[in-house]
Nanobody
Framework: QVQLDESGGGSVQAGGSLRLSCAAS????????GAWFRQAPGEDREGVAR???????TYADFVKGRFAISMDSAKTHLYLQMNSLKPEDTAMYYC??????????????WGQGTQVIVAS
């Protein structure tokens, strides 16, 4: 069954915004920490942002000040608010969820990905 379901991707002009959502279901609803990764064509998958169970957030340098990761109080939804988008942000975005103390999240679930395209 679907454990993580991403949505919110799409096409946008440079400078625009998108909000990605990752809904947890089944056993994934018990997870406490999460992260967003992305993969552009021909590139390796890279970490974008993560959030710990205590709410601490960490961002890759290339998105600092532009993106914000958050989780609802029930921990059923993970979000990524993306502002001031650039063409180089074009990629498939994936969410991950898991358990663990801050800095040591054991990611057990992957989403299927949602495509983000930023036109110049």
């Amino acid at each position: 069954q679907v454990q993580l379901d991403e949505s919110g991707g799409g096409s946008v002009q440079a400078g625009g915004s998108l909000r990605l959502s990752c809904a947890a279901s089944g056993s994934a609803t018990n997870t406490t920490c999460g992260a967003w990764f992305r993969q552009a064509p021909g590139e390796d998958r890279e970490g974008v942002a993560r959030i710990e169970g205590d709410g601490t957030t960490t961002y890759a340098d290339f998105v600092k000040g532009r993106f914000a990761i958050s989780m609802d109080s029930a921990k059923t939804h993970l979000y990524l608010q993306m502002n001031s988008l650039k063409p180089e942000d074009t990629a498939m975005y994936y969410c991950r969820r898991g358990w663990g103390p801050p800095g040591a999240c054991d990611y057990r679930y992957w989403g299927q990905g949602t495509q983000v395209i930023v036109a110049s």
